[in-house]
């Protein structure tokens, strides 16, 4: 498309042009604006500007420029050319995200869009509910959405007055957002019908394959829920893992879910055990005296940290540094001072570790971390040397 630049601004380092006409398409509703290129027409040559984002404010359609410049100025003759594969990337992912939060809608009632944000690999859908979201309400909406698609529904948009938007059934709208006197409402035919002002394709069937790749709990009631178009190397990869779970576990690909179920109930049952066990170790302390202070010290056979902590803490004993190792797959050691004045916790541990390379940290009264590849007998010399 050729135009005509109208007006030339600089913004927040970057240049914002205005042009007569434009195909490109602003951000909003979580759909990122269009990117491409001007290209300013000079007799016998071309000078190209990368748009990297586009905007709307106020009215006026902002095309920004990835670097300022002064090489454009009202009056030029310019080739709008936006990129084509992006844009109908993003047209495809908008329309895919109405059809899955409606399906997820329809599972999870009271679940409610809070934010979206669309990108032309992999989107993103804040959602709000009061009922806990689970995977399987993800793939119980994952599985309509696709259906909607294949069905090759029609997707039209209206335009209604924002006084009567509330007399459309069943549309999805937040009036405050809108601005605008005039709502346009895109409408999955039969299936959907929200508030918006971002581009969609004219029939589901050309949105494609649609899978969620991720779903997290941000806090309590809020999730994201992140999906992929055309997700074929993904469903591969997935394919590639359930295979490998299968090998190590010889579970049918049926039962894989219920055997990792009962595996990590297992798994905590074990766990449990050997809590009960950590609780029950005992070992010896034994005391030393250098320059009058008392020096104790014992070495637990890799127990459960909560109850190495609480060993040491147990110990109240006056004028007197402790010091517990942890011995185990993670060796763990813990200072505790109760004479800190003279011998803070934490600033010895500092001190040893220049000796022995760990990592930790504490109070003046105790002080714990983590090394790796050293005895117990080296880290109790390198304590003597500290307090001699």
Same mark, same amino acid.
Do not use: W
């Given at each position: 498309?050729?135009?005509?630049?109208?007006?030339?601004h600089?913004e927040?380092?970057?240049?914002?042009?205005?042009?007569g006409?434009?195909?490109f398409?602003?951000?909003g509703g979580?759909?990122?604006?269009d990117?491409?290129?001007?290209?300013k027409?000079?007799?016998g040559s071309?000078?190209h500007?990368?748009?990297?984002d586009t905007?709307?404010e106020a009215g006026?359609?902002?095309h920004?420029?990835?670097t300022?410049?002064?090489?454009l100025v009202?009056?030029?003759?310019?080739?709008?050319?936006?990129?084509?594969?992006?844009?109908?990337?993003?047209?495809?992912m908008?329309?895919?995200?109405?059809i899955?939060?409606?399906?997820?809608?329809?599972?999870?009632?009271d679940?409610?869009?809070?934010?979206?944000e669309?990108?032309?690999?992999?989107?993103?859908?804040?959602v709000k509910a009061?009922?806990d979201?689970s995977?399987?309400?993800l793939?119980?909406a994952?599985?309509?959405a696709?259906?909607i698609?294949?069905?090759?529904?029609?997707?039209i948009?209206?335009?209604?007055?924002k006084?009567?938007?509330?007399e459309?059934d069943?549309?999805?709208?937040?009036?405050e957002?809108?601005k605008?006197?005039?709502?346009?409402?895109l409408?999955v035919?039969?299936?959907?019908?929200?508030?918006c !002002?971002?581009t969609?394709v004219?029939?589901?069937?050309?949105?494609?394959?649609?899978?969620?790749t991720?779903?997290?709990?941000?806090?309590?009631?809020?999730?994201?829920?992140?999906?992929?178009l055309?997700?074929v190397?993904?469903l591969?990869?997935?394919a590639?893992?359930s295979?490998?779970?299968?090998?190590?576990?010889?579970?049918?690909?049926?039962?894989?879910?219920?055997?990792?179920?009962?595996?990590?109930a297992?798994r905590?049952?074990?766990?449990?055990k050997i809590?009960?066990?950590?609780?029950?170790?005992?070992?010896?302390i034994?005391?030393?005296?250098?320059?009058?202070?008392?020096?104790a010290?014992a070495?637990?056979?890799?127990?459960?940290?909560?109850?190495f902590?609480?060993?040491i803490?147990?110990v109240?004993?006056?004028?007197?540094?402790? !010091?517990?190792i942890?011995a185990g797959?993670?060796?763990?050691?813990?200072?505790?001072?109760?004479?800190?004045?003279?011998?803070?916790?934490?600033?010895?541990?500092? $001190?040893?570790f220049q000796k022995?390379?760990? $990592?930790?940290g504490g109070s003046?009264?105790?002080?714990?971390?983590?090394?790796?590849?050293r005895?117990?007998?080296?880290?109790?010399?390198?304590?003597?040397e500290l307090?001699?």
């Amino acid at each position: 498309m050729r135009t005509t630049v109208t007006h030339v601004h600089q913004e927040k380092g970057l240049t914002a042009v205005e042009v007569g006409q434009s195909i490109f398409h602003p951000r909003g509703g979580g759909q990122p604006g269009d990117s491409g290129h001007l290209t300013k027409i000079i007799p016998g040559s071309h000078q190209h500007f990368r748009v990297v984002d586009t905007r709307s404010e106020a009215g006026r359609l902002l095309h920004f420029l990835d670097t300022p410049t002064l090489d454009l100025v009202e009056g030029d003759a310019v080739e709008v050319v936006r990129d084509e594969g992006r844009h109908q990337k993003l047209t495809r992912m908008h329309t895919g995200e109405h059809i899955l939060f409606g399906a997820l809608k329809r599972v999870v009632k009271d679940a409610v869009v809070d934010k979206v944000e669309l990108d032309e690999h992999e989107s993103s859908i804040f959602v709000k509910a009061a009922d806990d979201l689970s995977i399987d309400h993800l793939i119980a909406a994952e599985r309509l959405a696709n259906q909607i698609v294949r069905e090759n529904r029609s997707v039209i948009s209206h335009h209604v007055d924002k006084g009567s938007v509330h007399e459309v059934d069943g549309v999805r709208i937040r009036p405050e957002r809108i601005k605008e006197d005039t709502v346009r409402i895109l409408e999955v035919k039969d299936f959907d019908k929200s508030a918006c !002002c971002g581009t969609h394709v004219s029939r589901t069937h050309e949105i494609g394959p649609l899978l969620v790749t991720k779903f997290n709990a941000v806090k309590k009631g809020y999730y994201e829920v992140r999906f992929k178009l055309d997700p074929v190397d993904d469903l591969f990869l997935f394919a590639d893992i359930s295979r490998r779970v299968r090998a190590l576990t010889n579970f049918d690909y049926g039962d894989i879910t219920y055997g990792i179920k009962n595996l990590l109930a297992e798994r905590e049952t074990q766990k449990e055990k050997i809590r009960e066990l950590s609780a029950n170790v005992h070992v010896n302390i034994t005391e030393e005296t250098i320059d009058g202070l008392t020096f104790a010290y014992a070495v637990f056979p890799g127990i459960n940290k909560r109850d190495f902590i609480e060993k040491i803490n147990a110990v109240n004993k006056p004028d007197t540094v402790l !010091c517990f190792i942890n011995a185990g797959e993670r060796p763990q050691i813990a200072i505790r001072s109760t004479n800190s004045q003279n011998y803070g916790a934490a600033e010895l541990l500092k $001190q040893l570790f220049q000796k022995i390379h760990g $990592q930790g940290g504490g109070s003046p009264q105790l002080a714990q971390g983590s090394y790796e590849g050293r005895k117990p007998e080296e880290i109790l010399t390198a304590m003597r040397e500290l307090l001699q």
